[in-house]
T-cell receptor, first 114, second 113 residues
Framework: DQQVKQNSPSLSVQEGRISILNCDYTNSMFDYFLWYKKYPAEGPTFLISISSIKDKNEDGRFTVFLNKSAKHLSLHIVPSQPGDSAVYFCAATPYNFGNEKLTFGTGTRLTIIP | DGGITQSPKYLFRKEGQNVTLSCEQNLNHDAMYWYRQDPGQGLRLIYYSQIVNDFQKGDIAEGYSVSREKKESFPLTVTSAQKNPTAFYLC????????????FGDGTRLSIL
């Protein structure tokens, strides 16, 4: 049972344009969401997060939007740069003392075309 | 320079052998985690520990064992009972207090000879 779904395995975007990565979840107990970026043969790097009390969080070129009623979140990268080419994982957790159990999506491979 | 160190980066095991993957952190984090990544799949939680001398099973704990004798160390043993051990193993840590992101090491790739 995949509780966090990233339905697009891959995405190609022209350099300078906006990249939009999507994530859907089914567990209504999830209330903290994170995006990680991963290069081959390396560990994931934390990118940005959002709590369920917000619908938007912005950090530089990265913005995460949360639509609780649709159980959907998205990551916007603008403008896209070649170094953004990586696999992006969405993750979610219910509120706990610490985020012990992150549930990850299967990832979206983003390729930025120069 | 604070971080999480996993060793070795590549590991080969003969069938029927146990093997231990190392994970050390100097971030003074209370919580540590082990994940497994297979091609085309997300990360799946094997074991986690919120405090020294205590740990809990994750979603795919069968065939694995862990210990947490020191705050900075959380080794994972892949036993011969794990039927499909070939994977990329990732260790992570977090402060363990409130919603704070987990930070990951660079992983160990385990292959069966």
């Amino acid at each position: 049972d995949q509780q966090v779904k990233q339905n697009s395995p891959s995405l190609s975007v022209q350099e300078g344009r906006i990249s939009i990565l999507n994530c859907d979840y089914t567990n209504s107990m999830f209330d903290y969401f994170l995006w990680y970026k991963k290069y081959p043969a390396e560990g994931p790097t934390f990118l940005i997060s959002i709590s369920s009390i917000k619908d938007k969080n912005e950090d530089g070129r990265f913005t995460v939007f949360l639509n609780k009623s649709a159980k959907h979140l998205s990551l916007h990268i603008v403008p896209s740069q070649p170094g953004d080419s990586a696999v992006y994982f969405c993750a979610a957790t219910p509120y706990n003392f610490g985020n012990e159990k992150l549930t990850f999506g299967t990832g979206t491979r983003l390729t930025i075309i120069p | 320079d604070g971080g999480i160190t996993q060793s070795p980066k590549y590991l080969f095991r003969k069938e029927g052998q146990n093997v231990t993957l190392s994970c050390e952190q100097n971030l003074n984090h209370d919580a540590m985690y082990w994940y497994r990544q297979d091609p085309g799949q997300g990360l799946r939680l094997i074991y986690y520990s919120q405090i020294v001398n205590d740990f809990q099973k994750g979603d795919i704990a069968e065939g694995y064992s862990v210990s947490r004798e020191k705050k900075e160390s959380f080794p994972l043993t892949v036993t011969s009972a794990q039927k499909n051990p070939t994977a990329f193993y990732l260790c992570a840590s977090s402060p363990g207090q409130g919603n704070q992101p987990q930070h990951f090491g660079d992983g160990t790739r385990l292959s069966i000879l």
